[in-house]
């Protein structure tokens, strides 16, 4: 499994930014569970937004609820993070991550999806800049 982070890149404040995450070597997509994790520099890598698959429970950091979409096109193998109203600390490299969950979904896939020990394959991440 192939994982590719795409959508980068420098943005003013206030802006928006679309990442995609695709999966080669997937004949489906759906059955994994998604998850974005950011870095900035001197950080720790933290769980951004993260999608199940089958119904699609979703979480998201406190830092980014309303702000920020994850969605998953399985027609497109293709899961995606929008981004509106952008700000200087949303600054980071931005990864993808994937993991065979079928069967995840709702609280059980809450307890553990925020969490980078959740995940098996992993993206090389995409720059987001949001600066003046």
């Known amino acids: 499994v192939h994982v590719v982070e795409s959508g980068g890149g420098l943005v003013q404040p206030g802006g928006s930014l679309r990442l995609s995450c695709t999966a080669s070597g997937l004949a489906l997509m759906d059955p994994y569970a998604i998850g974005w994790f950011r870095q900035a520099p001197g950080k720790e890598r933290e769980g951004v937004s993260c999608?199940?698959?089958?119904?699609?429970?979703?979480y998201y950091a406190d830092s980014v609820k309303g702000r920020f979409t994850i969605s998953r096109d399985n027609a497109k193998n293709t899961v995606y993070l929008q981004m509106n109203n952008l700000k200087p600390e949303d600054t980071a490299v931005y990864y993808c991550a994937a993991s065979y969950r079928p069967d995840a979904h709702g609280s059980g896939f809450l307890s553990w999806a925020r969490f980078q020990h959740g995940y098996d394959y992993w993206g090389q991440g995409t720059q987001v800049t949001v600066s003046s």
């Open positions: 999608i199940s698959g089958g119904p699609g429970t979703t």
